[in-house]
């Protein structure tokens, strides 16, 4: 299997001078084979675009610069484009699974800007990497490659920050699991409740959020193209890398914990699309990042050699006894203790949850042996208040 490895380095000016140059010819090689693809009645082939947006367009004045890059930048930046297609058709045929993607759009100068180089391109040098008509960066060596890298990729994010982003073959790694399975439930205040009794809280975003939303006033005030509109820009930039990557170590840490620790790991199936509909919650949950933990966790069972389970969102696991299978319908989500109107077990709503999920996920489900309720429950939160 392929993983990703990603590394920061601190180019030089010169170096990034002959960056700049590079991530421009790859953004107007793609921007003309897009171009060429619009006008044309049927798409033509990659083969024809990069003789076209590269070869041909290096013989005109008006991209004669194209030369002064290397060659496998440019060719990777067509064959991205020809994905891009691939994925945008593919999702039209319902061939694609996931959320719709939309047609190709243009490469700006103000996102952030990528290069990929491939073998010939790039060669590793004791502590540094070579790149083809750029020369020799180094990297802050983190962690070592287990493996030869197949392509590496440049990438300069919207806060100037450089990144090495390698490709190599990994082989799964066995380690023996403690535990058989786990249910997880995901939520806001608490970010994981799990059937073993464990609780994880979610970083707090809140100062944060409060300086990026006065930058993001201050943005909206100031003039378009003027250089403290850029710099307020570049400010807003790094506050949402300090946020992503807050957010992205703490899934990390926790899904390899989950994951090394239990054979079977169980999720529910959120719908996070219709969630953030929700104008109160729409801003809290998108810093969550449930889509992404699920992403993580998924691919560490491949890792690791685990099962991974994903039940229907529409399991009744908060309506349920974990205890005895009653179902006592829909309780407000205010409402975070429940009493079972069968058994009288007191219920937290999300160890609850997760202990359901655990049982949906191994298919116990059936083993409860009431699992129906006879007539209309009287209101959960009236019983808990008194």
Aim: hydrophobic share 35%; charged share 30%.
């Amino acid at each position: 299997m392929k993983a990703r490895y990603q590394y920061r380095f601190y180019p030089t000016d010169q170096q990034k001078q002959s960056l700049a140059c590079l991530f421009g010819c790859v953004r107007v090689v793609y921007n003309d084979a897009l171009a060429i693809c619009k006008q044309s009645e049927k798409k033509p082939k990659s083969s024809e675009l990069q003789k076209i947006a590269i070869a041909q367009a290096k013989k005109t004045e008006a991209r004669a610069w194209l030369s002064e890059v290397s060659n496998i930048p440019l060719q990777q930046s067509v064959a991205d484009l020809e994905t891009a297609f691939k994925n945008f058709f593919g999702s039209c045929k319902g061939k694609r699974k996931g959320r719709k993607v939309g047609y190709p759009k243009f490469k700006k100068r103000t996102n952030s800007q990528s290069a990929r180089f491939r073998i010939g391109g790039f060669s590793i040098k004791d502590k540094g990497v070579y790149l083809a008509k750029i020369g020799v960066v180094k990297p802050v060596w983190s962690r070592e490659l287990p493996a030869s890298p197949t392509s590496v990729t440049v990438i300069k994010d919207c806060a100037n920050r450089y990144f090495l982003s390698f490709v190599v073959e990994v082989e799964p790694i066995s380690i023996d699991a403690k535990n058989q399975s786990i249910g997880i439930d995901l939520g806001i205040k608490t970010f994981a409740v799990m059937s073993n009794g464990e609780k994880t809280a979610s970083p707090c975003y809140k100062h944060l959020d409060r300086k990026l939303r006065k930058l993001q006033r201050k943005l909206a005030r100031q003039q378009k193209d003027s250089k403290r509109r850029n710099k307020t820009r570049i400010q807003i930039a790094k506050l949402h890398n300090q946020i992503a990557d807050t957010r992205q170590d703490f899934l990390h840490k926790l899904s390899t914990k989950v994951v090394s620790e239990n054979q079977t790991i169980i999720l529910e199936d959120l719908n996070v699309s219709g969630m953030v509909k929700n104008r109160k919650l729409s801003r809290i949950i998108s810093q969550q990042g449930w889509r992404e933990f699920r992403v993580l966790v998924e691919a560490k069972s491949e890792k690791y050699g685990r099962k991974f389970v994903a039940i229907g969102r529409w399991e009744p696991t908060s309506q349920t006894c974990s205890n005895c299978g009653y179902r006592w319908g829909k309780i407000d989500l205010s409402v975070r203790s429940v009493i079972c109107l069968n058994c009288g077990t007191e219920h937290d709503r999300d160890d609850n949850a997760s202990k359901n999920i655990e049982m949906v996920g191994m298919g116990h489900r059936h083993d409860l042996k009431c699992t129906s309720r006879d007539g209309q429950t009287t209101s959960v939160a009236q019983l808990n208040e008194a």
